[in-house]
């Protein structure tokens, strides 16, 4: 039996979604968020991390391209299906460097939901049709995302400080990043202050703008004015 957990802030799609998945055989809906912060704290305390994670782009707190770059660094055993209603070929081309295997349209076709997982449990990749855009080279994205991560390791970083700073890098609190790694408040603090060093900065705005330049910390470009997928096709 293979499990799924959905990411999502909208309860809606929420539901649309596990009534769709209840019909494909041999998948379980495991869990439902509503935020990435909460699931990834849920990641490091559970026993049963999910198969697959079907992420919303477009998030509070931490985007769907942020997260799906965390669990890709920190859970790669789970393997991620982007969802957007937006039709924008940057943020599909961001969620495959970050490690994505398969991105859907929100107002979803429940034949190509259906096609998306069961591609993705073959390891291979998807991209709906509905969407319009073509093919997709994964390897080359992510080869791409991999050299630009690779000035990290010229500083020394170690890997519990290269997660803060990507969680460092959303919304969440230092206090939601303490209970994710179980210490505490302090000890963040503490590994902020040495990263903040290293990259010579001095506020937690400073730090996170210099990592999005150097391309250490991925954002969803999603553009409100842009093309959205018709709610009905």
Wanted: hydrophobic share 40%; aromatic share 8%.
């Amino acid at each position: 039996m293979n499990t799924i957990t959905l990411i999502d802030d909208s309860n809606r799609w929420l539901s649309a979604a596990e009534m769709q998945i209840s019909k494909i055989p041999d998948f379980h809906l495991q869990c439902k968020f509503t935020n990435g912060i909460d699931f990834i704290n849920w990641c490091y305390h559970s026993r049963a991390i999910p198969d697959l994670a079907i992420i919303d782009v477009e998030m509070p707190v931490m985007d769907g391209v942020q997260l799906t770059d965390f669990l890709t660094a920190n859970f790669p055993e789970i393997k991620v299906i982007g969802l957007s209603s937006y039709i924008n070929i940057e943020v599909v081309e961001d969620m495959f460097a970050c490690g994505a295997y398969a991105y859907i349209s929100k107002h979803f076709d429940a034949r190509n939901l259906c096609a998306a997982i069961l591609a993705v449990v073959e390891g291979e990749t998807y991209v709906d049709p509905l969407l319009g855009i073509p093919g997709i080279d994964r390897n080359r994205l992510m080869n791409e995302r991999k050299n630009q991560k690779a000035s990290l390791n010229l500083l020394g970083f170690t890997p519990r400080q290269k997660a803060i700073m990507s969680l460092y890098g959303s919304s969440a609190h230092q206090r939601e990043i303490a209970k994710i790694f179980s210490v505490s408040l302090k000890t963040v603090e503490n590994h902020v202050r040495d990263i903040s060093l290293k990259l010579e900065v001095k506020s937690r705005q400073e730090l996170t703008l210099k990592n999005i330049r150097k391309g250490i910390i991925r954002l969803a470009r999603i553009f409100h004015d842009g093309h959205r997928v018709p709610d009905k096709i």
